[in-house]
């Protein structure tokens, strides 16, 4: 039985409602909205420059809206900082990697986790009682559960510049694991990756959705419609800003205007492998 302020499953988690974002003359978006359930992979489709990048940085913090309401669990965060947005339960990764090269990959994710750690100078200098218990379990859940999850135990103690795109890319995921959100934006996670790193990628974004230790809300952009098609319960389309259509994966693959406007195919499920 769901308590007050608890979310269910199909509960609206992300909100967002007449957002404009412009810079100089160029609308990167043009009143949009977008409502993301609990525990479903919404993703975010367009050609390039069509806005999607614009949204997950508006949504993180990174922008702010010059116009409309972003939500989050009913919570308004328009005028939020990052850090204070990731505090609440989101989650990020970036089209560009930002992974810190010169640290392992452990180090890398537990970044992720700091904003959970409660020591300070004074009693982590210690390393006593409580903080050394948080730093246990915090090493427990990376090794345990992180790690695990995206294969690369043999690598958490590789430096991060020194790796492959591919194994940087689960890096920078695990990152955004550490944070234990509720909702995480992939922004391009297939980007640049061979056809198996593809199908590992894709792999572990339905694990962290499905999987019951995770339970992760996914916001996806990306260009690989094969993936799209396949593992999201929703699509929204954006085109110069303006979203042409919004709907599940089949209502949008069969929609006219997007078929002509975006692939120029029979319908969205032709670029299937």
Not at 38 to 43: D, F, L, M, P, R
Not at 45 to 57: D, L, Q, R
Not at 183 to 190: A, W, Y
Request: net charge negative; with cysteine.
């Amino acid at each position: 039985m769901n308590t007050a302020g608890e979310e269910k499953e199909g509960d609206v988690l992300l909100k967002l409602e007449n957002i404009h974002m412009a810079f100089g003359k160029v609308a990167a978006l043009n009143g949009v909205d977008l409502e993301v359930k609990k525990g479903e992979i919404h993703s975010i489709i367009g050609p390039n420059g069509a806005g999607k990048t614009v949204m997950m940085n508006c949504i993180n913090g990174l922008y702010r809206p010059q116009q409309g309401n972003m939500y989050f669990k009913g919570q308004r965060i328009n005028n939020l900082a990052p850090h204070k947005i990731a505090a609440l339960g989101i989650g990020r990764t970036f089209q560009k990697l930002e992974l810190y090269g010169g640290m392992t990959v452990t180090e890398n994710i537990r970044m992720g986790s700091h904003i959970h750690l409660n020591a300070n100078i004074l009693n982590g200098s210690i390393y006593v009682g409580g903080v050394k218990e948080e730093e246990i379990e915090d090493r427990k859940f990376i090794e345990e559960e992180i790690i695990d999850l995206l294969e690369i135990e043999s690598i958490r103690d590789k430096v991060a510049h020194m790796l492959p795109y591919g194994s940087q890319k689960r890096v920078e995921l695990g990152r955004a694991l550490a944070l234990r959100p509720e909702v995480i934006l992939l922004d391009e996670p297939m980007a640049g990756l061979n056809l198996e790193e593809v199908e590992d990628m894709a792999r572990f974004i339905l694990d962290i959705n499905e999987e019951k230790r995770w339970k992760i809300t996914c916001v996806l952009v990306e260009h690989d419609m094969g993936v799209v098609m396949d593992i999201s319960h929703s699509v929204l389309v954006l085109d110069f800003g303006n979203i042409v259509a919004d709907g599940t994966p089949d209502e949008v693959g069969k929609n006219p205007q997007v078929v002509k406007a975006y692939l120029g195919e029979e319908d969205l499920y032709a670029t299937r492998r």
